[in-house]
Nanobody
């Protein structure tokens, strides 16, 4: 079992940057693939980025490619989402999710979810 806690959200102007963190607690947190998702008001939750257990495989939504970077530090049990060149349409609650299978993470069918952190990008 793993517990996930997101942090790093906030208010930023368009063009700015934020780095989100997902702290995964539990004895075997490095055994989980991690994904970032977001949900804007009135919209469905969408996949943003994912990373496998070793960090050697990553994936991104087309809308964030070239702007966002996902990484992990297994020694710290933390996954990061570096968000650059932020746009107002990036405004959403961002969630991290974990599962032992990377494919389930990407598909949004993870077994574990965090509580979310709000990201607001102003014009």
């Amino acid at each position: 079992q793993v517990q996930l806690v997101e942090s790093g959200g906030g208010l930023v102007q368009a063009g700015g940057s934020l780095r989100l963190s997902c702290a995964a607690s539990g004895r075997t947190s490095s055994s989980y693939a991690i994904g970032w998702f977001r949900q804007a008001p009135g919209k469905e939750r969408e996949f943003v980025a994912g990373i496998n257990q070793s960090g050697g495989n990553t994936g991104y939504a087309d809308s964030v490619k070239g702007r966002f970077t996902i990484s992990r530090d297994n020694a710290k049990g933390t996954v990061y989402l570096q968000m650059n060149s932020l746009k107002p349409e990036d405004t959403a609650v961002y969630y991290c999710a974990a599962d032992t299978f990377y494919g389930r993470v990407v598909a949004g069918r993870s077994g574990y979810w965090g509580q979310g952190t709000q990201v607001t990008v102003s014009t």
